[in-house]
Every structure is written in C-alpha cells, then in structure tokens.
C-alpha cells in the first residue's frame, strides 16, 4: 500500500481557537453553511472556551460535502480511517494533527432528515461566537440531549453541566454520578 492510498496521523493536535475561525471563515468564503458542534458548539454558546478540543464537530447539507471535501483535500486534509465512517459521518485530518469531524444530512420538505444523521430541523438554531467571530451552532437544549446514551467521560460533564447552568436546563440524571463523585 501506498503512502498516498492510506493516512495515518502523525499526532493529534488540539484543535485551537485560530484554527477554528479559520476553517470556519474558509467554509463560509465559498458558500457552504455549516453548523458548529460538539464541544466547540458549547464554547460558541457561551462565547469563550473552557476547555481543551481535539477536533472541530461540524453539521452541514449532505450536498455540501463533496465541495468541503474538496476545499479540506486542497489543503492537505485526508480521510482519517475510523471503524464508525460513514457517508455522513467521517473525519479528515492533515499532518499536523488538525480533525474536522463531518456529521451530514438531509431534510425533505417538510424537515425530515431522510439521509444522514438525525438531527431534528429545531436543533440547528443555536448561534454563538468562537473568538468574536459569528458562528451558528446547535442550540443548548438539544446539545444537551445529544450528550446522553452513551458511556459518559468527564468533558460530557463538563460540556452539559456548564450549558445546564448558563441556559437554565436541569442537568439529566444519568449525571448525576459526576455530581456525587465531585461532592466527596
């Protein structure tokens, strides 16, 4: 196999704020609307960054894919492999160790998503800031009910508890563990 038919990492990166607003400000230069997530999307929404990322999360038209595959390729991005790539859901990386992970779909007239990943048309209402830059995002309710059904980790704690707090959204139950383990 040639280098060229396989990428692998050399090391991941933390996705830092400037790298953000530039892929963002790169998406929106040629038209393509994404919407931000993951834990960027809570930083956005509450206008600063309160941890670290090691990817940028983004939502867009599955239509959109092909030409923000081919801006991210332009500039050295590849597929990173993973065991959950799909269609609608895939990373791509470049060598210095920057991910965007693409989450795509599509709705029908009446907002259906009849493709991709099930994002109701609601949740991708959020707005927010990423360095004072405008970006749209998922909007806090429904980060909060994304971060659910799966093994939790610290940073899904830490995004929903401080979204919890600034949005008045009770925290979920499933939670609750981390609130217990912080109170001893």
Not at 4 to 12: G, L, N, R, T
Not at 137 to 145: D, Y
Not at 169 to 184: H, M
Request: hydrophobic share 35%; proline share 3%; net charge negative.
């Amino acid at each position: 196999m040639e280098f060229s038919e396989s990428f692998e990492q050399k090391s991941h990166r933390e996705m830092s704020e400037d790298a953000v607003v530039q892929l963002l400000q790169l998406f929106d230069q040629h038209g393509i609307e994404v919407f931000v997530d993951g834990g960027w999307s809570v930083d956005a929404l509450l206008g600063k960054q309160t941890r670290l990322h090691e990817d940028l999360d983004i939502a867009l038209q599955h239509k959109d894919v092909p030409k923000l595959r081919a801006l991210l390729e332009a500039r050295g991005y590849k597929d990173v492999p993973r065991d959950d790539t799909r269609d609608c859901n895939f990373v791509m990386g470049d060598d210095q160790g920057y991910e965007v992970d693409f989450h795509s779909y599509t709705f029908d007239a009446q907002g259906k998503v009849v493709f991709g990943v099930e994002y109701p048309l609601d949740s991708l209402t959020g707005s927010g800031s990423i360095q004072g830059y405008p970006v749209k995002c998922i909007s806090p309710e429904w980060l909060v009910k994304f971060h659910s059904g799966y093994e939790l980790d610290e940073n899904d704690y830490h995004d929903v508890a401080v979204l919890c707090e600034r949005f008045g959204i009770a925290l979920p139950a499933e939670y609750e563990r981390f609130t217990r383990n912080d109170a001893q």
